[in-house]
């Protein structure tokens, strides 16, 4: 572990430790404009807990895959508007244009709903 010091509030840590089963911590921060790394050979697991004591949300970093366990999950960009939300009712998209790639085209079972249809300049809409 690298050099450690108890000081007001806390303990701190300058230069590299390695942690080998849990790390529990209410806060961790970086000095300004230092990064902080956070390295794994398995996977990255962030919880957090509710008042009583029960996991609430679960951010799980994997070598290929990204997975989280939430009960309302949302993207926002940098001015705090939101570009994606997801909760059990609905899946909302908030960004100006929604683009839809792939050889597949897009398949939608149900029904879809739209202010404005309507074709490019010249051609019959399909």
Do not use: W
Request: overall charge positive; some cysteine; hydrophobic content about 35%.
């Amino acid at each position: 572990m690298g050099q450690l010091k108890i000081v007001t509030g806390g303990v701190r840590l300058d230069g590299k430790a390695f942690v080998l089963d849990s790390l529990i911590a209410s806060s961790i921060k970086s000095r300004s404009y230092q990064p902080i790394v956070i390295e794994s050979t398995k996977n990255l697991t962030l919880k957090s807990r509710n008042k009583e004591g029960y996991l609430s949300s679960r951010l799980v970093l994997e070598n290929d895959r990204l997975e989280c366990l939430t009960n309302n999950f949302k993207i926002m960009d940098d001015r705090g508007s939101l570009l994606f939300s997801a909760n059990r009712k609905e899946v909302l998209v908030g960004s100006e244009t929604l683009h839809v790639t792939g050889e597949g085209g897009t398949i939608l079972r149900g029904s879809i709903q739209t202010r404005l249809v309507r074709a490019e300049a010249g051609h019959d809409l399909r």
